[in-house]
């Protein structure tokens, strides 16, 4: 893959990152909080922050100075 696609998928991570971001707070307002669920989108979350930070660390060249 290209540095392209990589810009394109990162892209697309962190868009899905955000989404999850507003899912769990529109969960955890509502009256009735689904402690599972908010749990299961939270580690999905995370995957997806581990996911983005080794595709920027592809990305970004190691600099030796």
Do not use: C, F, S, T
Not at 28 to 55: N, S, T
């Amino acid at each position: 893959m290209n540095d392209e696609g990589y810009q394109h998928l990162l892209e697309q991570l962190r868009i899905e990152h955000r989404d999850l971001d507003d899912a769990i707070g529109a969960l955890m307002a509502q009256p009735v909080v689904d402690q599972l669920q908010i749990a299961r989108l939270k580690k999905k979350k995370l995957g997806l922050k581990d996911r983005i930070m080794r595709l920027e660390d592809q990305l970004v060249p190691d600099i030796i100075a």
